[in-house]
């Protein structure tokens, strides 16, 4: 009995030492994650930056949404989190003026699951009023969140998204980056739990623990 504890002891520190090995294999550049060039810079010195690339009017970013909260809840203590709005289309751009109108109220982290459906309830969105419309059922004051939405802040936040999408090679949502280097979608992962993997590898890649 104590050869065979030895024996699966002895098994399980084999597979522990081979897990980063393993990893490597397993999520393969230029398949399940792709390189950006150039690399692009972050927002937050000291920390693995890992972006989604979202919009309220994507069903898949809906649907991720839950998968995102649960990895936010357990993510490495060395990445940090941030949404970049998607501008690709004139509704997309003004649900981006939305989370940024959000974001400068301090209500976006609240707001955020809710407006999904809220969005969905909508129907249409062809101007800034609709997307207040869709903050003013969640509670926000309507009068507030159009000053903000068209504020000199917010407008330059949905130019700067505007601008960096294409630098990150991001042409669909919901898409990943990592450090600014590193792109990844549900596509290229393949399902959930794998694009979750794949950024925790990314990550590890990036702090030096992978």
């Not at 230029?30 to 920390?47: C, L, M, S, V, W």
């Not at 976006?108 to 101007?127: L, N, P």
Request: charged residues 20%; positive net charge.
């Amino acid at each position: 009995m104590n050869a065979f504890r030895r024996l699966l002891s002895a098994t399980a520190l084999l597979f522990a030492v081979a897990s980063p090995a393993v990893l490597a294999q397993e999520f393969a550049e230029g398949k399940d994650f792709f390189r950006i060039e150039p690399a692009q810079p972050t927002a937050t010195p000291g920390k693995v930056e890992v972006l989604e690339a979202f919009s309220y009017g994507c069903g898949a970013c809906a649907s991720v949404h839950p998968h995102v909260e649960a990895w936010k809840k357990r993510m490495p203590a060395a990445a940090s989190f941030a949404y970049l709005p998607a501008t690709f289309s004139p509704d997309f751009a003004l649900l981006a003026r939305g989370y940024y109108a959000a974001e400068a109220l301090g209500i976006a982290a609240t707001t955020h699951a809710k407006v999904f459906e809220a969005v969905r309830s909508k129907g249409r969105i062809t101007s800034v009023d609709d997307v207040a419309d869709v903050y003013a059922s969640l509670g926000a004051d309507r009068a507030a969140f159009l000053a903000a939405a068209n504020s000199f802040a917010v407008n330059a936040k949905v130019k700067r998204a505007t601008q960096v999408l294409p630098r990150y090679g991001v042409d669909a949502t919901p898409t990943f980056i990592v450090a600014g280097k590193y792109r990844v979608t549900g596509r290229s992962a393949g399902s959930y739990e794998r694009l979750f993997q794949i950024i925790d590898f990314l990550v590890a890649k990036e702090a030096g623990t992978g």
